[in-house]
């Protein structure tokens, strides 16, 4: 007979060792996504609020931008070109965007979704099927601000398509 010790002679080792694998694993990708966006929120600058109700960057940060920030204090933050890259009728369908993400309860969905990434940082299709969500999240609202301005297709996709190329 061989003799086994140690931690994996028995089952309750493997789990013990297993358990330990998904907690690091775990707490990495928890790391990983709240030092991103720490970094994101940092390199914004200073923020100083808008009469819209917005934040303005005062850094050149433009990618990502706009965007609604924040789970219990979400702010729609939007870039220093703001201004400059759309016209009056964009800006607003842009915040508008944002505002039905904010208005939906996304940020929520969104934290919920990053818990739900952690605890499966193994699964391989964790990553991809939280671009979908996002991405869904995206086409319903754009669906919600066409419904609400149905006349304004062409600026609004005009708006869409200044953002996507900025970044």
């Given at each position: 007979?061989?003799?086994?010790?140690?931690?994996w002679?028995?089952?309750?080792?493997?789990?013990?060792?297993?358990?330990?694998?998904?907690?690091?694993?775990?707490?990495?990708?928890?790391?990983?996504a709240?030092?991103?966006?720490?970094?994101?929120?940092?390199?914004?600058?200073?923020?100083?609020?808008?009469?819209?109700?917005?934040?303005?960057?005062?850094?050149?940060?433009?990618?990502?931008?706009?965007?609604?920030?924040?789970v219990?204090?979400?702010?729609?933050?939007?870039?220093?070109?703001?201004d400059?890259?759309?016209?009056?009728?964009?800006?607003?369908?842009?915040?508008?965007?944002?505002?039905?993400?904010?208005?939906?309860?996304?940020?929520?969905?969104?934290?919920?979704?990053?818990?739900?990434?952690?605890?499966?940082?193994?699964?391989?299709l964790?990553?991809?099927?939280?671009?979908?969500?996002?991405?869904?999240?995206?086409?319903?609202?754009?669906?919600?601000?066409?419904?609400?301005?149905p006349?304004?297709?062409?600026?609004?996709?005009?708006?869409?398509?200044?953002?996507?190329?900025a970044?």
């Amino acid at each position: 007979a061989v003799n086994q010790t140690g931690p994996w002679a028995t089952a309750s080792g493997w789990t013990s060792l297993l358990a330990a694998l998904w907690a690091l694993g775990a707490g990495h990708a928890l790391l990983k996504a709240c030092l991103a966006q720490w970094r994101f929120e940092r390199q914004l600058g200073v923020l100083r609020q808008r009469e819209d109700g917005s934040w303005q960057a005062d850094a050149d940060a433009d990618a990502g931008l706009p965007a609604l920030v924040g789970v219990w204090r979400p702010r729609i933050i939007v870039g220093p070109g703001f201004d400059t890259r759309f016209d009056a009728q964009q800006r607003n369908l842009v915040l508008q965007h944002e505002r039905s993400h904010r208005d939906h309860g996304d940020q929520w969905v969104n934290a919920f979704v990053l818990v739900l990434r952690c605890v499966f940082w193994f699964h391989p299709l964790a990553a991809w099927s939280v671009r979908r969500l996002q991405r869904d999240q995206e086409l319903a609202c754009d669906a919600r601000v066409l419904r609400l301005h149905p006349a304004h297709r062409r600026s609004y996709a005009t708006a869409l398509l200044t953002a996507h190329l900025a970044h």
